[in-house]
């Protein structure tokens, strides 16, 4: 499974993003979606998770209320829509799959990893 995700740039606090995650090669080998972020010299972070149906989501606290992950299995594309975006949301933000269908909150509990996409929040 190759992961690529896009939509990331740069904007203003309160602002919004929508990332994209498309999955191609051999999809039917994952499950659970997640999205991780990494800031300058901070490890990587759990931001949000979805199941394979999309029914079940899970979200670090520092982003609940704000973001939102969906999923779109029929055309392979999970998203991240971020509203209300902080500096403190600036960071490479990476989409990563599961060939389980848990909703794990540390990059050990995924399996596939897409290049990453650097969000710059401004003040």
């Known amino acids: 499974v190759q992961l690529q995700a896009s939509g990331g740039g740069l904007v203003q606090a309160g602002g919004s993003l929508r990332l994209s995650c498309a999955a191609s090669?051999?999809?039917?080998?994952?499950?659970?979606m997640g999205w991780f972020r990494q800031a300058p010299g901070k490890e990587r972070e759990f931001v949000a998770t979805i199941n394979w149906s999309g029914a079940s989501t899970y979200y670090a606290d520092s982003v609940k209320g704000r973001f939102t992950i969906s999923r779109d299995n029929a055309k392979n594309l999970v998203y991240l829509q971020m509203n209300s975006l902080k500096p403190d949301d600036t960071a490479v933000y990476y989409c990563a799959a599961s060939r389980t269908d848990s909703h794990s909150t540390v990059p050990g509990g995924y399996d596939y990893w897409g290049q990453g996409t650097l969000v710059t929040v401004s003040s």
């Open positions: 090669g051999r999809t039917v080998s994952y499950r659970g």
